[in-house]
């Protein structure tokens, strides 16, 4: 089974971005306890959410339409 896509997304970061994603993996004990492995699986994560939080309002929009 295939995971991930042959196209991999570029994501550009703010700086603040980047430090505060940088500060988050040396966090050792937090990554673990969220099952964060790497910067791509900490984003996978948060857009995973933002899509799911999509999904569930289109699907409200669908059936009050």
């Known amino acids: ?4 896509t042959d ?10 971005q980047e430090n505060s994603l940088n500060q988050m993996m040396n966090d050792k ?9 790497s910067k791509s699986d900490a984003v996978r994560t948060a857009l995973f959410s933002l899509l799911k ?3 569930k309002e ?7 339409a």
Do not use: A
């Not at 089974?1 to 991930?4: D, G, I, T």
């Not at 673990?32 to 492995?37: A, E, H, P, R």
């Open 53 to 55: 939080d999509y999904e």
């Open 29 to 37: 004990q937090y990554i673990s306890q969220k099952g964060i492995y």
């Open 7 to 16: 196209n991999p997304l570029q994501v550009r970061l703010y700086e603040s």
């Open 58 to 64: 289109n699907n409200i929009r669908s059936i009050t």
């Open 1 to 4: 089974m295939k995971r991930y």
